[in-house]
């Protein structure tokens, strides 16, 4: 009687028609379920986001909607997003937005400012 050792099979490296090895690019482990690729369309959402209302912060409420515009572009810039030019134009509406506001409060000599002087 002869003994011989066999390798102990696993049964997720089965070649498979359809399946993928360990390891690869969009593989995963058996019984998880799939997941959804996170980021790109929030990521350009962000980067629309930022423009218009850095666009919008020019005229009302430079003082909340420029910070929130320099948020999400920055947000937006660091997640890796497509719409990198939209991106970047929100981060410098939002710093105008602010740049805006100070110079038209140290006109006035108040904390408010008005377009009617």
């Known amino acids: ?11 997720r490296s089965e070649n498979r028609p359809g399946s993928r090895p360990e390891g690869l690019p969009g593989s995963r482990p058996e019984g998880l379920p799939e997941t959804r690729p996170v ?6 959402g962000m980067a629309v986001a930022s423009f218009v209302l850095g666009l919008l912060g020019l005229l009302v409420l430079n003082i ?7 948020v ?3 947000l937006a810039l660091w997640r890796g997003t497509a ?3 939209r991106a970047l134009l929100g981060l410098g509406l939002g710093v105008a937005d602010l740049v805006v506001l100070v110079t038209l409060m ?4 108040s904390v408010s400012w ?4």
């Open 72 to 74: 999400l572009a920055s």
């Open 39 to 44: 980021g790109r369309r929030d990521t350009d």
């Open 83 to 85: 719409r990198r030019g």
């Open 114 to 117: 008005s377009f009617a002087g």
């Open 106 to 109: 140290s006109l006035n000599n």
């Open 1 to 11: 009687m002869e003994l011989t050792a066999q390798a102990p099979t696993d049964s």
């Open 64 to 70: 909340v909607l420029g910070p929130v515009a320099i």
